[in-house]
């Protein structure tokens, strides 16, 4: 038996690596626990709020959603619908290609990464720049993000000094305030020399048709301003009924995210440019992109479209800080990403069925989401549904010898005292191959097997004597 595929990505972290994702996500869920308890009353009745506000919205898309569609048409936008992720992509390329543009600065979406949004058009000839500067260092580095809202907490400063350095963005220095302002001197002119800027949409009001946009870096702000055509690409669950539910959830965002009262830039955009207005995008165009969503609002685990992807569950995860985002394969890592990977793609499920095992199932990311998904539930359907459907489970260890020994009492107590030896032995000489893979990743914690019988049998009372 092999160890799972998140285990054997955790077995090869470098120790610096895992040392700060899990000393920076500690950080953050530190600070956000505080916040959240020093400044509400009971933030428990406040996630609580903001679920309902986003189960409700959920299941009534087809309420909301033409309510959305018409008020962004009647504030001058251009509403497009693309149920793949190929037409998502092929939306924003024709848009592209009607204006004549060819190169696009971008800000960071996650739904923009899901449908490999920057790869398609690189490979149509478009230019899509990252502006965050996370992405924009995942992009010359041609690698992959590992968290939500933190998408190089795998990379240390060095690393990024390193490559600044390749791509001719000045000699190796690994400050970061230099870093960063090496990285807004470069964006500067890409900004301005773009003809289309991207964004996602946090949140979208079918009430008035605002979408809602929060960055701590400004570059949403810099790419819609500066541009003549706004494209928005917003997953068909990020809708919210009013307005109003928009204040709920911007507090809980920042504050679950990245232990802010609120994010440094929160902007509310409309439609394009009024006519009376100086400056902004002529042109606005709004992709609304199911890619599976539909599929998901239709079987067992739909809360997860509750989601506003603030990383919190990521922060907190014992799972998470261990292995870090990229052992999951996906650009949904973490516990939300351990249901949304296997779910949204139709294909993924059995590719991905391993994700809902590598859970201890703690409970914590639960009980920090702000929009109160049940993910460990979630969790468990997903699990019984790849039993269900005989999902083949490499790396999980075989249940049947646990069944045997805990119906035999007499083997159990022999298994109890040969278990002790677990603790004493070199892992290569534990005589059962499974149990040595088992334990390549792991620490046994120590074995304290029957002292529960023992503390149960010296507790053991005589019986009372029967009555005359
Ligand atoms: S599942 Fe909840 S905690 Fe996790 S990213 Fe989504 S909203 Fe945040």
Not at 429 to 442: D, E, F, Y
Request: proline share 7%.
């Amino acid at each position: 038996m092999s160890a799972q595929a998140i285990d054997r990505f955790a077995a090869t972290l470098p120790a610096e690596t895992r040392a700060s994702v899990y000393q920076s996500t500690k950080t953050t869920h530190e600070k956000r626990t505080r916040l959240l308890f020093d400044q509400f009353p009971d933030p428990d009745r406040l996630r609580t709020l903001a679920g309902e506000i986003k189960q409700h919205a959920i299941e009534n898309l087809d309420t909301y959603l033409p309510q959305a569609e018409a008020r962004l048409r009647a504030n001058g936008a251009q509403v497009h619908w693309a149920g793949t992720a190929e037409a998502a992509c092929a939306h924003v390329l024709r848009i592209m290609r009607e204006r004549g543009a060819t190169k696009m600065v971008k800000a960071k979406t996650m739904v923009s990464e899901e449908i490999e949004l920057a790869d398609y058009l690189g490979r149509h000839g478009m230019e899509a720049l990252e502006t965050d500067l996370g992405e924009f260092i995942i992009q010359i580095d041609h690698d992959h993000p590992s968290h939500i809202v933190r998408p190089i907490i795998h990379k240390n400063r060095r690393e990024i000094a390193t490559s600044f350095e390749r791509e001719g963005l000045g000699a190796y220095n690994d400050d970061p305030a230099t870093i960063t302002r090496r990285a807004r001197h470069h964006l500067r002119h890409k900004y301005l020399a773009a003809d289309v800027g991207l964004t996602g949409a946090n949140f979208l009001s079918a009430e008035s048709g605002r979408i809602a946009l929060v960055t701590n870096e400004g570059n949403s702000r810099f790419s819609v301003a500066a541009t003549r055509c706004h494209i928005v690409l917003v997953g068909i669950e990020k809708i919210v009924p009013r307005d109003r539910d928009l204040g709920i959830l911007l507090n809980l965002l920042g504050r679950s995210a990245t232990a802010q009262d609120l994010t440094v830039y929160t902007e509310f955009i409309s439609g394009p440019r009024d006519p009376a207005q100086p400056d902004g995008p002529e042109e606005m165009h709004v992709i609304f992109v199911d890619n599976g969503r539909t599929e998901v609002l239709a079987g067992e685990c739909r809360e997860i479209l509750r989601c506003i992807r603030c990383g919190a569950c990521l922060n907190v995860c014992p799972i998470y800080r261990q292995a870090s985002g990229h052992a999951y394969r996906s650009v949904y890592p973490g516990p939300v990403g351990a249901v949304l990977s296997p779910l949204l793609l139709k294909e993924n499920f059995p590719q991905k069925a391993d994700l809902p095992k590598a859970s201890s199932l703690c409970g914590a990311c639960h009980e920090v989401c702000p929009v109160n998904i049940p993910i460990p539930d979630l969790l468990l359907r997903l699990r019984a549904r790849a039993k269900e459907e005989n999902v083949p489970s490499p790396g999980t260890p075989p249940m049947a010898p646990w069944a045997l020994l805990a119906s035999q009492p007499t083997a159990w107590r022999a298994a109890l005292v040969a278990g002790r030896a677990l603790n004493v032995l070199p892992t290569r000489l534990i005589p059962v191959p499974a149990l040595q893979a088992w334990t390549a990743s792991r620490e046994l914690p120590a074995w304290r097997g029957g002292e529960f019988r023992r503390w149960l049998k010296a507790r053991r009372r005589p019986a009372p004597p029967a009555a005359r």
